[in-house]
C-alpha cells in the first residue's frame, strides 16, 4: 500500500500538472451493490453527486494529510483519494475504447501494469487525470462544508514530516498506546499519520527496535531514535521517489527507488546489512502484518 513517500510523490505531480486546469467530465466503472449506501464513489447515487460537486471545477491546489490525496476545486469542494492497496494515480493523454481507457501516447503510461483504469478525470486541456487500481480497493469521495464524507480525515494523528512533529511529540502519540506492539502503534494512522508496513519496519530497523516491543517500555532514548529515523527514512524514500516493489508508479506510470534501499522490509534471511552485526532478517506475523527485523540488534523490550 502506497504510504507517506508515495502519496507525497503522486501529490506534487497531481499539484504540478493540474493546477488551474477545469474537471471538464467524470467517469467510473467502480460500482457493485455492496457499496449501496457508502459515501464514496462506488455507490452510484453517491456518484451522481460527485460529479455535480466536482464537474465545471477548476482545481486549485493539491495536498496530502496521511495517506490520503486532496484536490482542492474552487467553490471549496475537496477530492479525496485513498489509493489503499493497489491504486495509483496517472496523468497523461487517454482515449476511450469500447467502455475502457487506454493511454493514447507513448511511455510508461502503455505499459499493462497502468491500465486498470477505474476513474477518469477528463481536463480542460484534453488530457485526463485516471486512477489505475487492479484490485480495486481505492476510495474516492468529496467533501466540502455541507458534505462531511470525510470525517476520517479528524480522526489522523500528526504529520511526522511536520517541522513541529518532535520527539516529545512522538513520545505523547505512542503513550496513548502504552500496551501496544510498537511496530502495530507506527502504523496506527490515528497515533501518527502515513506510516504502514514499510516504513515502520525500517523505522525500526534503524533505531534498534524489536517490532514487537511494548510501548511503555520504551524511554526516551528510543523516542529520539526512532524520531530521527523516521525523518530520514521518509525524507529519503521522497528523494528517490518512492518504493514501487508492489504496485506503487508515479503520475507518468514510472517506479520510484526505494525499494532498492530496503534494509529489513521483505529481506527474510539475508545477512543484517548493518555494520559489525552478526544477524538475519527475519519474518514474523505481528498485528496480522508480516513483519522484518534482525534477530540480533533489534532488542526485544517487554
Ligand atoms: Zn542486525
Known amino acids: 500500500m502506497p504510504e507517506l513517500p508515495e502519496v507525497h510523490t503522486t501529490t506534487v505531480g497531481i499539484k504540478l500538472m493540474t493546477k488551474g486546469l477545469t474537471v471538464t467530465d467524470v467517469w467510473t466503472d467502480y460500482g457493485g451493490a455492496i457499496h449501496n449506501g457508502k459515501l464514496n464513489i462506488k455507490d452510484k447515487n453517491f456518484f451522481t453527486k460527485f460529479k455535480q460537486a466536482?464537474?465545471?471545477?477548476?482545481i486549485i491546489n493539491t495536498g496530502r494529510r496521511g495517506k490520503n490525496i486532496l484536490i482542492n476545486l474552487d467553490g471549496g469542494v475537496t477530492i479525496l483519494i485513498h489509493m489503499k492497496m493497489t491504486g495509483h494515480v496517472l496523468y497523461g493523454k487517454y482515449k476511450k475504447v469500447g467502455n475502457s481507457w487506454v493511454a493514447n501516447q507513448p511511455g510508461a503510461l502503455q505499459d499493462p501494469f497502468n491500465g486498470f483504469i477505474h476513474l477518469v478525470f477528463n481536463l480542460s486541456n484534453q488530457k485526463q487525470l485516471v486512477l489505475?487500481?487492479?484490485?480495486?480497493?481505492?476510495k474516492v469521495t468529496f467533501f466540502d462544508e455541507h458534505n462531511k464524507n470525510a470525517i476520517e480525515l479528524e480522526l489522523l494523528g500528526p504529520e511526522p514530516l511536520e517541522k513541529d512533529f518532535t520527539w516529545q511529540t512522538l513520545g505523547d502519540r505512542l503513550e496513548t498506546k502504552p500496551r501496544g506492539k510498537i511496530k502495530t502503534?507506527?502504523?496506527?494512522?490515528?497515533?501518527?499519520?502515513?506510516?504502514?508496513?514499510?516504513?515502520?519496519?525500517e523505522i525500526l530497523f534503524e533505531s534498534e527496535i524489536h517490532p514487537e516491543s511494548v510501548v511503555k517500555k520504551l524511554d526516551i532514548k528510543d523516542y529520539k531514535n526512532i524520531t530521527k529515523a523516521m525523518k530520514t527514512i521518509l525524507t529519503k524514500s521522497i528523494k528517490l521517489g518512492g518504493d514501487s516493489l508492489s504496485d506503487y508508479r508515479n503520475i507518468a506510470g514510472e517506479r520510484g527507488g526505494f525499494q532498492n534501499h530496503h534494509k529489513a522490509y521483505r529481506q527474510t534471511n539475508l545477512p543484517c546489512p548493518k555494520k559489525n552485526c552478526s544477524g538475519i532478517i527475519l519474518r514474523k506475523?505481528?498485528?496480522?502484518?508480516?513483519?522484518?527485523?534482525?534477530?540480533?540488534?533489534?532488542?526485544?523490550?517487554v
Not at 466536482?54 to 477548476?58: A, D, F, M
Not at 489505475?132 to 481505492?138: I, L, M, N, Q, Y
Open 54 to 58: 466536482t464537474v465545471g471545477k477548476k
Open 132 to 138: 489505475s487500481d487492479v484490485r480495486k480497493f481505492a
Open 185 to 201: 502503534v507506527l502504523m496506527d494512522q490515528s497515533v501518527i499519520a502515513g506510516i504502514g508496513n514499510i516504513y515502520s519496519d
Open 285 to 301: 506475523i505481528i498485528g496480522g502484518r508480516s513483519s522484518h527485523y534482525c534477530s540480533v540488534h533489534q532488542k526485544l523490550k
